[in-house]
């Protein structure tokens, strides 16, 4: 036992473990800056791609969604567990996977862990074949997806992390906030190509073959993760110290704001503490961070909410349909368009997050965090405009699409900046760079229990609200307010700047 527990801890080390730091290069420091950058465009590129893909992989389920209610009968809230169960995992895996990556090699998870979300999404090709065997009840089904879409979503926790620590490794102290914002827009980027490729490549399968045109809305992203996790082992590595390269500050030489002596003497007692006693001062005892959790809580309801459910809004129920052909035919190409424009837009907020904060309110992440969810709180009564079939300008095809589409833009720009903002560069800012995965990953915690929470209102509500209303109106106005308490709960760190850590 012993010496397979020190076999185990050896190819821990080896392979699995954050590398050791190599000597510095010898080298003048144009050549040391040219190889810097050189890891660090090659680590960016891979890494935004393989959140691409990462998304993909997750937003493939909401334009599945109403095809499951028509081929395997699945209703809203058998759709709202699944995400419900999805979501917990997720919350739960960023955080314990945040501290795992402080340690581990970004080499080595990041492509194991796409390669291994991508497979249990697979897995979930084999759902509508269980259904029609007739020897799986609903419940089992049901379970089933549970089980697998939480598997695919626990490897799906374990990417941002190790983003975030590359991130912070790779990327100055000066230009970081821009960088983040920059690759931050890869979220978006895969939720747009998840819902406008999704039905292309289930008409193309459905087309060629026949039949599978569900199965392969879930057999593509699997294919896409195994091509960038073998890419990944080529083109990522972990820190610029374990290259033989200096810490990017020094080749930068940034000049950070200058530490009082008692500021001195904390960061001096700091080097002396263990990363779980650090992990307690700068997280779990840390007001700013508990605070910032709340408004992402609501900011994920706010998120998830639109981003997985307005699709199956805008299509509707479709329940007269008997196959998958006639409801795959009968789905308006429109409708995904439009649910894209939530991240079509929540690109540029995305984007320009930063630059917000920085530019128009000089440095201050907050009041832009205030105001856009306020404004999103607004956007949800356009949304309803242009998506009810009881609205007042419903007949009016014309000025119902382009409410619509105004309307879902804003609502995917405002969400999108304190996404950014709060779980990233936020909670970042408001510890130390030896906890910052971790510190992204507790912020996150909170902001996916908040989906799981909405996620399984969301199922529930919208089914009331169409038998009651007739529409989605209640579920709207829910998601109104939880926007309008998270711009409340922005108000007490109106003033709180980042840690002199991060000052430039």
Request: glycine share 8%; aromatic share 14%.
């Amino acid at each position: 036992m012993k010496n397979s527990g020190g076999i185990i801890k050896k190819i821990w080390q080896k392979y699995f473990a954050e590398p050791e730091a190599k000597p510095l290069i010898t080298t003048n420091q144009q050549e040391t800056k040219n190889k810097y950058l050189f890891w660090r465009n090659s680590i960016f590129i891979t890494s935004y791609i393989l959140y691409v893909i990462a998304y993909i992989c997750r937003k493939n389920f909401s334009i599945a969604m109403p095809f499951m209610d028509n081929q395997m009968g699945i209703t809203g809230s058998d759709e709202g567990l699944v995400l419900m169960v999805a979501s917990l995992v997720y919350g739960i895996g960023k955080l314990i996977n945040g501290t795992i990556a402080d340690k581990g090699n970004v080499r080595v998870w990041l492509p194991i862990n796409i390669v291994l979300a991508g497979f249990f999404n697979f897995l979930i090709v084999f759902a509508p074949a269980l259904k029609n065997n007739g020897k799986v009840s609903h419940s089992m089904l049901v379970l089933y997806m549970c089980i697998f879409w939480g598997a695919s979503n626990w490897f799906q926790s374990a990417l941002f992390p190790y983003c975030a620590k590359s991130l912070v490794r790779w990327f100055p102290n000066a230009t970081r906030a821009r960088w983040w914002a920059r690759w931050s827009t890869s979220h978006e980027l895969g939720t747009f190509l998840a819902m406008n490729i999704s039905l292309p490549i289930a008409k193309i399968a459905q087309h060629f073959l026949g039949k599978w045109g569900l199965e392969a809305m879930f057999a593509v992203p699997f294919l896409l993760s195994l091509i960038i996790g073998a890419i990944g082992l080529f083109s990522l590595r972990d820190r610029p110290v374990s290259l033989g390269l200096p810490d990017v500050e020094e080749i930068y030489q940034t000049r950070l704001d200058e530490l009082t002596e008692a500021e001195k003497q904390e960061k001096d007692a700091e080097a002396n503490l263990s990363y779980f006693q650090i992990f307690v001062k700068y997280i779990l005892r840390n007001k700013v961070m508990w605070n910032l959790s709340l408004i992402y809580f609501c900011v994920y309801i706010f998120r998830m909410g639109p981003v997985d459910w307005i699709f199956k809004i805008l299509v509707g129920e479709q329940k007269h349909f008997k196959n998958f052909s006639a409801s795959l035919a009968s789905i308006d190409n429109l409708a995904a368009l439009k649910a894209s424009t939530l991240c079509a837009i929540g690109f540029f907020g995305t984007l320009l997050a930063p630059v917000i904060s920085e530019k128009l309110f000089k440095g201050k992440r907050t009041p832009a965090n205030f105001w856009c969810l306020l404004i999103g709180s607004i956007s949800v009564i356009g949304i309803w405009l242009g998506s009810s079939p009881l609205s007042p300008i419903a007949n009016n095809y014309i000025a119902k699409n382009i409410v619509a589409f105004l309307s879902l833009g804003v609502a995917g720009f405002s969400v999108c900046v304190p996404q950014v903002l709060v779980g990233g560069i936020c909670a970042v800012e408001s510890s130390s760079k030896k906890v910052a995965a971790a510190a992204s990953g507790f912020t996150s915690l909170l902001g996916y229990f908040g989906a799981a929470f909405g996620q399984y209102v969301n199922g529930r509500t919208l089914n009331i609200s169409q038998k009651k209303y007739g529409d989605a109106r209640l579920l709207l106005i829910y998601w109104g307010v939880i926007a309008f308490i998270g711009a409340l709960l922005c108000l007490p760190l109106w003033n709180v700047k980042a840690n002199k850590e991060y000052s430039h």
